[in-house]
């Protein structure tokens, strides 16, 4: 049988990649491989020798990503601070200060919001991805493109939408954020919603609906329903649709997203 040849750096890199590895937790990489260090006999004890006075022992160094607030404090402050910021700046810079939610940590920037906040429309994700990680904005990487043509389609572009995740902070490797980080971040794009105030609000995908509108049903149930979101002042026509994400993996399911593009094109020109 022939051998299998030994894959080179670049395929690693590339299988990592695509799996889902394309972040690193701690400042230095570490060789997992190596051979342990031959251990050398241990020295003669010396006599302790006492510190100069005013000498302090530095703790440890806390590894990035290492440590985080216990969740429900932290989801008690969220719920606290939130609605202490009067405009989407003050909101900006709440977030920015947050420390409850550890994603922040291993996050290269926080991706806040894109589009026009005097807009009439409104849509929400789940969490930023690589791409929305790198350049600082929701939707623009292959689901965002996607977005844009679905913007298009109804005679809208980010210049009259209002662009948000729930979560502000990508997760490392691209994985499901947990309901504890969800409801850490809730207060936040709760607070965004008020302060942008659209007359439409759309959220995008099933973890969306379900957070966002507290809807039980998955998204198959739920899309294409129209449902009021109460922002405590006002409420809102809300609607559910597909993530342009799973559109991506199921593209079968555009015909039924169009179907709901045109119910929404009707509420904005009613």
Not at 52 to 72: L, N, V, Y
Request: aromatic content about 6%; some cysteine; overall charge neutral.
């Amino acid at each position: 049988m022939t051998p299998e040849p030994t894959p080179s750096a670049h395929d690693l890199l590339a299988f990592y990649l695509e799996a889902g590895v394309d972040c690193a937790l701690s400042e230095e990489p570490a060789n997992r491989l190596a051979e342990p260090a031959e251990e050398l006999p241990a020295p003669r004890a010396a006599a302790p020798r006492a510190l100069p006075p005013q000498t302090s022992i530095p703790a440890p160094a806390i590894m990035r990503g290492e440590t985080a607030p216990a969740p429900d404090a932290a989801i008690e402050s969220a719920r606290a601070l939130a609605p202490k910021a009067q405009t989407l700046e003050d909101l900006r810079t709440l977030l920015q200060s947050f420390d409850g939610c550890a994603l922040k940590t291993t996050a290269t920037r926080m991706v806040f919001a894109d589009g026009n906040p005097q807009a009439k429309i409104m849509f929400v994700g789940e969490a930023p991805g690589r791409d929305e990680d790198l350049e600082g904005l929701p939707f623009v990487g292959r689901s965002g493109k996607l977005l844009d043509r679905m913007l298009a389609a109804i005679g809208l572009d980010r210049s009259s939408a209002y662009i948000a995740n729930i979560i502000p902070w990508r997760p490392p490797g691209n994985r499901d954020p947990s309901p504890h980080e969800t409801q850490m971040c809730l207060p936040f794009i709760r607070r965004q919603i008020e302060l942008v105030d659209p007359d439409v609000l759309i959220c995008l995908g099933k973890p969306s609906s379900q957070a966002v509108l507290d809807l039980k049903d998955g998204i198959m149930k739920t899309r294409g329903r129209w449902v009021d979101y109460h922002t405590g002042t006002r409420s809102i026509r809300a609607m559910p649709t597909f993530h342009p994400a799973y559109l991506l993996r199921q593209p079968i399911y555009k015909r039924l997203t169009w179907q709901d593009l045109r119910a929404i094109k009707k509420t904005l020109v009613s």
